[in-house]
């Protein structure tokens, strides 16, 4: 057995798990990896193995899953604990993805996403986790580099100037707690449960603070599926009202952080596939770029839009192989 399997197996058995069957789940992005254990009796945890220094910290999602928790959301309850060797051992929210429910009955999509929406509510309402690292105007810009440098091979500072420049111009200096990658992959349907509780929570450890609109945008402008353009709209109203904000300088802010987050995304899809070997993230850049060029539209864009359109291919067939090709075998 590896030494990181072994060290799994220890800390699992320090746990009071070291009978349980284990079963891997899927993964993300990250090097991070899941296993569920199931005890004989039936009980079931999630054990989180995230190496120090490979993966982003233990300790920084226990901070934020707690806070969560404290807002009477559900984060999962953290149940033991080994932070110097990254691994956590957490409660077991179950199979129900968002995306799963959906796929198995679409009608439940104004449901869940009126849910979703309603969390970040109570989230832009709540005092922000303390010592929150703030996601500004120059970091969000510096990020979009990645497009230009793994998908593009192009020179990134044209595009990072032009993206600074239109979030500082569109995106006010406001700063809720966002947790980051709010999508259908991320949140549980628990409908046993009450009221906000009933959207189970993952994949937090990033949250940062910044303007409320950016969770909106990573909840309804989703890498992995298409959300109905009819709940898109609902939601970014339902939003709107509920925040008191200004329904065009609202639009506004949303399509600049929607440019920024797809942008980057389409970029990192890239650097996944050309430093990793994950090709699947190929396949998924030209809806994450069709969600790009629908924000470019907005009339305030205009400048970024033709940076992009001068730098930035678009993702044909041929680009994409070429991608491919420059990818490591795994």
Known sequence: MPDRDQLAADFAARAGWGAA???????????????????????????MDAPPG????????????????????SAPK???????????????????????QLKADPGLEKRLYTAATDVLLHLNTAPPLPGLPVYDIATMADYVSVL??????????????AMRKALGRLVPDTEAMILRDYHAENLLWLPERKGLARVGLLDFQLAMRC????DLVSLLQDARRDVSPDI???????FAAATDAEPVAFAA??????????????????RLARQAGKTRYLAMIPRVWALAQRCLTHPELADLAEIV???????????????AAQCPAR
């Open 21 to 47: 069957r284990w079963l891997p789940l899927a993964g993300d992005a990250s090097a991070r990896r899941y296993f569920r254990l199931i005890a004989e009796s039936g009980a079931t945890s999630v054990l």
């Open 54 to 73: 490979l993966a982003e910290s233990v300790a920084d999602f226990t901070r934020v899953a707690q806070h969560l928790r404290a807002l009477d959301l």
């Open 78 to 100: 953290i149940l033991a604990e080994d932070p110097a060797r990254g691994f956590l051992l957490l409660e077991d929210l179950g199979d129900a993805l968002f995306a799963r």
């Open 148 to 161: 230009a440098e793994s998908y593009a091979g192009t020179d990134a500072a044209p595009l990072v100037a």
């Open 211 to 214: 303007h409320p609109a950016y």
């Open 232 to 238: 898109e709209a609902a939601m970014i109203a339902r």
């Open 253 to 270: 802010s949303y399509a600049a952080l929607g440019a920024q987050r797809n942008l980057r995304i389409v970029g990192l899809f890239a």
């Open 309 to 323: 359109t001068k730098s930035i291919p678009e993702p044909s067939p041929d680009h994409l192989s070429a991608l």
